[in-house]
């Protein structure tokens, strides 16, 4: 079956405007994570959703990051006045219940480069 | 996605050799743990999984051995082939918890 999927695979941006990047999960799958990976540091984790639970948005590193999820499906990770930090490939995960145990799998990455 | 970094460590090893990478986590409290192999432009991909109350879980051409005495968890990879080159990543999930806390990778590059 089809995997997880970001549009758009590449973004690039100047210094303070706003970004939106999609993420569309494996068909069934109840939680969505996402993750971003900068040059030089591995992955850290900025958001969750499982359901229609709360999201555990404890790794969001700043106001400035917000990401909802529509329908229990798709989300949208929106950078608002974005900065050259931002500057990294935001990556999207899905598993099938969330419950810390079962296996996420990745989407491909959305590059964003702010200038 | 791509690969993180310039600086991280790398295995060489001779096609056909066993692999193996090491990875020491954080938390005394994770009780899941994944590896992931990460191509140039590619997300990870999910190689093995293991949980607490295990010690080795083998699957094809891999093996991942955990012990948690010294919080160490290994990638063994058999008959290492070049298509195997790429970052590898552990992962821990710490309990109670749903995301993933990964380690920093390390490069795996296969000579013929």
């Known amino acids: 079956g089809a995997g997880v999927s970001q549009s758009p695979s590449n973004k690039v941006t100047e210094k303070g405007k706003d970004v939106e990047l999609r993420c569309d999960p494996i068909?069934?799958?109840?939680?969505l994570y996402w993750y971003r990976q900068s040059l030089g540091q591995g992955l850290e984790f900025l958001i969750y959703f499982q359901g229609n639970s709360a999201p555990d948005k404890s790794g969001l590193p700043s106001d400035r990051f917000s990401a909802e999820r529509t329908g229990g499906s798709v989300s949208t990770l929106t950078i608002q006045r974005t900065q050259q930090e931002d500057s990294a490939v935001y990556l999207c995960?899905?598993?099938?219940?969330?419950?810390?145990?079962?296996?996420?799998?990745f989407g491909p990455g959305t590059r964003l480069t702010v200038l | 996605g791509e690969s993180v970094g310039l600086h991280l460590p790398t295995l060489s090893v001779q096609e056909g050799d066993n692999s193996i990478i090491n990875c020491a986590y954080s938390n005394s409290a994770s009780d899941y743990f994944i590896w992931y192999k990460q191509e140039s432009g590619k997300g990870p991909q999910f190689i093995i999984d293991i949980r607490s109350n295990m010690d080795k879980r083998q699957g094809q051409r891999v093996t991942v051995l955990l012990n948690k005495t010294v919080k160490h968890l290994s990638l063994q990879i058999a008959a290492t082939q070049p298509g195997d080159s790429a970052v590898y990543f552990c992962a821990e999930t710490p309990g109670g918890y749903n995301k993933l806390i990964f380690g920093a990778g390390t490069r795996l590059a296969v000579h013929p």
């Open positions: 068909s069934g799958h109840t939680a």
């Open positions: 995960a899905s598993s099938l219940v969330g419950d810390g145990a079962d296996t996420q799998y």
